[in-house]
């Protein structure tokens, strides 16, 4: 089914040939622009998704408007909460970050100030042998802690992995772009959110008490993931959908530049400054990881 999907997205784009049919009434025009229906697989494939989308679509305008047009930035918004990193051991900040250059998703305000964590070995690199087995990444099956104390208001477990190509590509059958997530309310209006889980992995469930550094699941491979990772923001609502993304200050972390980082993205790294202060904030291209 990947295979058909990825060449139907490919195929529709025949069908900027047949533009001209707008302005010429040559049958070949038209069976050229007859190629955007192979679109319609792609819907097909993954209805849920889809429709997932769309309604993250239509959610950030909600959000602009009940914000009144101002959402919370590093220098609007103080937090009530700094968090703890959730997992133990150093891992390293692949997406994310408090500005434009390094956001995760800064056109989603949801995730805007949304983090991406692999752990990447000495050469930069996130898993050994088989890019297509998910055991064989390193952060596979690893725990997942709670950042902070806070009350579990939403676990969802029943997804299962989503498969993994090795090429930076995404699973096309995949249902729910979260995978398996938690959803943890730590104070008023602050959420935390951690998504691509692993299947049958979370010890928590809505309603219960849980303390910093708890463990409450394991990292799988869930959702609209490339490859085995922890995705983790704060948002001032339980909804994915309809809530904006926070800034995050962290406590009890270290933080600093990963080495020959750019053997694993060739982005541009954002130049991080470390502050002597206990409470700080990170960025994509950092190892980091609590401090004992």
């Keep these: 089914m990947n295979r058909i999907v990825a060449i139907s997205s490919k195929l529709k784009y025949v069908g900027i040939l047949g533009l001209p049919m707008f302005f010429s009434d040559g049958v070949i025009w038209k069976y050229l622009w007859l190629f955007w229906l192979f679109a319609f697989v792609e819907i097909f494939a993954s209805l849920s998704l889809?429709?997932?989308?769309?309604?993250?679509?239509?959610?950030?305008?909600?959000?602009?408007?009940?914000?009144?047009?101002?959402?919370?930035?590093?220098?609007?918004y103080q937090p009530g909460v700094r968090y703890s990193l959730p997992f133990s051991g150093r891992w390293t900040v692949i997406n994310g970050g408090l500005?434009?250059?390094?956001?995760?998703s800064w056109g989603i305000p949801t995730q805007r100030y949304a983090y991406d964590f692999f752990i990447l070995d000495e050469n930069n690199?996130?898993?050994?042998?088989?890019?297509?087995?998910?055991?064989?990444?390193?952060?596979?099956?690893?725990?997942?802690?709670a950042p902070a104390d806070g009350v579990v208001v939403e676990a969802k477990d029943t997804y299962k992995d989503s498969r993994t190509f090795g090429n930076g590509s995404v699973d096309r059958t995949t249902k729910d772009?979260?995978?398996?997530?938690i959803?943890?309310?730590?104070?008023?209006?602050?959420?935390?959110?951690i998504a691509h889980l692993l299947p049958e992995s979370i010890k928590v469930k809505g309603g219960q008490q849980v303390k910093r550094g708890e463990v409450i699941a394991q990292c799988g491979n869930s959702g609209n993931?490339?490859?085995p990772h922890i995705h983790f923001q704060i948002q001032d609502g339980r909804s994915f959908l309809a809530s904006a993304g926070l800034p995050i200050t962290f406590e009890g972390i270290e933080a600093k530049p990963a080495k020959n980082?750019?053997?694993f993205d060739p982005r541009p790294v954002p130049v991080y400054e470390p502050t002597e202060y206990e409470s700080i904030t990170i960025q994509r291209g950092l190892w980091v990881e609590n401090k004992e």
Excluded at 61 to 67: A, D
Excluded at 177 to 181: S, V
Aim: one cysteine or more.
């Design 50 to 76: 889809f429709r997932q989308s769309l309604l993250q679509l239509f959610g950030i305008p909600y959000i602009y408007l009940s914000h009144g047009f101002k959402l919370p930035d590093q220098h609007s």
């Design 99 to 104: 500005d434009k250059a390094s956001s995760h």
């Design 125 to 145: 690199q996130s898993c050994t042998g088989d890019k297509t087995v998910l055991q064989n990444y390193y952060c596979y099956g690893r725990e997942v802690l």
């Design 177 to 181: 772009i979260r995978g398996n997530y």
């Design 183 to 193: 959803v943890i309310r730590h104070a008023k209006k602050e959420y935390s959110f």
């Design 225 to 227: 993931t490339s490859e």
């Design 261 to 263: 980082y750019d053997k």
